[in-house]
């Protein structure tokens, strides 16, 4: 539209027309602390993932470690360090707790120590079959991993069903859980 053209359309469209537009109510600030508040709730789960993510990694790193110097003398690596990679799992893939009949309650201690014990004996089964002069390598670690995972799963297919709403309550760090837990 021209100048001309658009005067002309102001001066027929009469006066409310062309008074400016009203200006809109100020914004509410928000302060520091909602602000700060906002942005906990938000990077929450992230720091959550993060933080417990490399607790995991450590705990797995020093099992995978501690299999591969025990492996020539088929020695089992310690229950405590399987139990606290098998805990430290779960923590951060507690979508593992549901199932087609609801979502499983959360393991207790005796639970975890059942699956250490049952993810120790597939470890061992799986050392026992491997040759003598077999070197331990990467494909032997992932292995180790996925044996380790699938006793995890396989009991908590055991477990009753939780009848509370959402997921189960996760129960506090143990001091074994807390130890890998970065700074």
């Known amino acids: 539209m021209t100048a001309p053209a658009l005067l002309a359309a102001l001066l027929f469209a009469g006066p409310a027309a062309a008074a400016p537009p009203e200006p809109a109510a100020p914004q509410a600030a928000i302060t520091r602390a909602e602000a700060e508040a906002i942005a906990r709730a938000l990077t929450a789960p992230a720091v959550y993932v993060a933080r417990w993510g490399q607790a995991a990694v450590m705990a797995k790193v020093r099992l995978l470690r501690q299999l591969r110097e ?12 399987v139990r606290v990679c098998l805990r430290l799992t779960l923590r951060l893939n507690n979508t593992w707790l549901e199932a087609m009949a609801g979502k499983r309650v959360y393991p207790g201690q005796e639970d975890f120590d059942r699956f250490t014990a049952a993810g120790l004996a597939a470890l061992k089964k799986y050392t026992d079959g491997l040759d003598r002069e077999h070197l331990w390598g990467p494909v032997d670690d992932r292995a180790a991993q996925d044996i380790l995972d699938r006793e995890l799963k396989r009991g908590l297919n055991r477990l009753p069903v939780y009848r509370g709403r959402g997921y189960p ?6 001091p074994e859980e807390k130890e890998y837990l970065p700074g």
């Open 70 to 81: 025990r492996f020539p003398r088929r020695e089992t690596p310690d229950a405590a360090l």
């Open 169 to 174: 309550p996760e129960p506090p760090p143990s």
